[in-house]
């Protein structure tokens, strides 16, 4: 009799354990559902533009690209700025700031200025936005050749600047540095006559920045030397 008894108080127990682990692991499913489908924080990401528009025009460069925003997590990712920089380039010394945010990628004489403000990205959602950077001074001429870009970004829920895409920024395809248009941006080959015209222009620019600086030196030179004559007589 009593090996029966504690046989049914064994398989009792063990179905209790069973029973609770069951329940327990039940809770802890239920728990993490929730957290991953309505509370986990996620990550803002981003893709190279298939295509930007650009100005090269003396010392301002000026790009607009299209950037698909997409928040792999549950909540809400508010953004508050972004930049532009050419990591590579040690004469680019200014980052490219954010400057505008367009409605198309094509620029034009009829386009309402829309100055950059803060946005939110919902959750597992996406949306494209047309974003323009700036630099009146970046030191930094663009010759027709690839350059490797990096946009940064800061965020409601991160301190600091964070980075968000490195990307290849194909120069070599502007051919009128100083007409904001667009370029396509993916890999192809330009032809012989388009090459040369991109070299042509791009060298022009060159020159004339080079000439601007020159000019720059000489009057910084001339206005030395008057002041210098001026210290001299008024003595």
């Known amino acids: 009799m009593l090996p029966l008894m504690a046989a049914a108080d064994q ?22 559902s929730f957290w991953w489908i309505n509370a986990r924080q996620g990550r803002l990401e981003t893709w190279e533009p298939h295509s930007f528009a650009a100005i090269c025009h003396g010392s301002m460069i000026r790009l607009r690209l299209p950037l698909v925003f997409h928040n792999t997590g549950a909540k809400p990712i508010v953004v ?8 590579d380039e ?4 200014l980052p490219l700031l954010w400057k505008s945010s367009p409605s198309r990628l094509q620029p034009g004489p009829d386009e309402e200025p829309k100055l950059p ?6 959750g597992r959602e996406a949306q494209q936005l047309f ?5 009146p001074f970046s030191g930094l001429v663009p010759e027709a050749r690839d350059y490797k870009v990096r946009i940064q970004v800061r965020v409601g829920h991160r301190k600091g600047w964070r980075s968000l895409l490195t990307f290849t920024l194909r120069t070599t395809n502007i051919i009128y540095p100083d007409r904001y248009t667009v370029y396509n941006n993916v890999p192809v080959e330009l032809t012989k006559d388009d090459q040369r015209k991109a070299d042509a222009a791009l060298l022009e620019l060159l020159e004339g920045h080079e000439k601007g600086s020159s000019a720059k030196g000489e009057t910084k030179r001339r206005d030395s030397s008057n ?3 001026n210290a001299g007589t008024d003595l």
């Open 131 to 135: 974003i323009e950077f700036e630099a």
């Open 90 to 93: 040690p004469a680019s010394h």
């Open 11 to 32: 398989n009792a127990s063990s179905s209790l354990s069973a029973a609770s682990v069951v329940s327990v692991s039940a809770l802890v499913f239920t728990v993490a």
């Open 80 to 87: 508050h700025d972004l930049m532009l920089s050419f990591p």
């Open 227 to 229: 002041d210098e004559g």
């Open 117 to 122: 403000a803060g946005f939110v990205v919902a």
